[in-house]
C-alpha cells in the first residue's frame, strides 16, 4: 500500500511538474512574442520620428530660404527697375540704385552661406559655425533704411521696456516685420507708406506692421491671399514660426486699404 502511494504521489508530482512546464514554455513563447512586437512598435514610432523631424526640417529650410529670397529678390529687382527708368536722364540715381541692388544681393549671399553653414558645416569640424540666427531686432533700423531707399518709407515705434528676447523670438520678431514690408513693397502704390510696431509686454512681445497701400486681397473674410487666391507660403511659414512659441499671428486687410500683420509672441522675463 505504502508502495503504490509512492508511485501514485509521483505520477502526480510528474503530471504536475509537465503542466507547470508546459505553462512556463507557453509564457516564455509569450514573453518572446511581446518583446518582438514592442520592438516592431519602437521600430515603427522610430521611423516616424525620424520622419516627421525630416518633414519639419525641410519646412524649416523652406522657411528660411523664402524669406531670405522672397526679400532680397523684391528689393533687386525694384531698385533695377528704377534704375532702367532713369537710366538715360539721371545716371547719378541709376548708379545709386544699382549700388542697392549689389547691396541686396550680398546680403541674400551673406545669409545664404549662413544658412549653408548650419546644414552642411565642414566635414573636418575646423570651421566654426555661428549657430546663432542671422538676423534679430537689433538689425531692424537697417532693414527699415533699405525698404525707405527703395521707395517704401517706414515710422518704427517702439513701446515698453525693451530687453534681450531669446534668439529664436527675436528672429521670428524680424522676420515678420520682413515679410510684411516685403509684400507691402510688391504692391506698393506711389506714395505709399507703413509703419512698424514693437511692444514689450510684460509676459509678450506684440509686432505689428501696417501699409498704407491699396488692398492687394480678394473680397471675403479679410483673411490675406494671393493673387492665386492661396495663402502665401510668407505668410504661413510666419505662422508656423509664431505657433512654436506659443503665439499668434492674424493678417487681414484694412478698411481704408493696404492690410495689417500683428503678432503676439509669448516671451518670459528673465
Known sequence: ???????????????????LGVLLLRSRRRHRAAVTERGRLLERERQSAAK???????????????????????????????????????????????????????AAMTELRHLLGLLAPSPDGDDEVDLSPSSGLSGLGTLIDRFAFAGLPAEVRISGEPRPLPPGVDATAYRIVQEALTNAL?????????????????????????????????????????????????????????????????????????????????????
Open 1 to 19: 500500500m505504502a508502495a503504490a502511494g509512492t508511485y501514485a504521489l509521483i505520477i502526480v508530482l510528474a503530471v504536475v511538474a509537465g503542466w
Open 52 to 106: 516627421a523631424a525630416v518633414e519639419a526640417e525641410r519646412a524649416r529650410i523652406a522657411r528660411e530660404l523664402h524669406d531670405i529670397v522672397s526679400h532680397n529678390v523684391s528689393l533687386m529687382v525694384v531698385q533695377a527697375s528704377a534704375a532702367r527708368e532713369v537710366l538715360a536722364t539721371m545716371p547719378g540715381e541709376a548708379e545709386t540704385a544699382l549700388q542697392a541692388v549689389e547691396g541686396a544681393g550680398r
Open 186 to 270: 510688391k504692391h506698393a502704390a506711389p506714395g505709399a507708406k507703413a509703419e512698424v510696431a514693437i511692444r514689450y509686454a510684460e509676459r509678450h512681445l506684440r509686432v505689428e506692421v501696417l501699409n498704407t497701400g491699396p488692398s492687394v486681397l480678394r473680397e471675403g473674410d479679410g483673411a490675406v491671399t494671393n493673387a492665386e487666391g492661396g495663402a502665401g507660403r510668407g505668410l504661413l511659414g510666419l505662422r508656423q514660426r509664431v505657433a512654436v512659441y506659443g503665439g499668434d499671428l492674424d493678417a487681414r486687410r484694412r478698411l481704408g486699404g493696404g492690410f495689417r500683420v500683428r503678432a503676439r509672441i509669448p516671451v518670459e522675463r528673465p
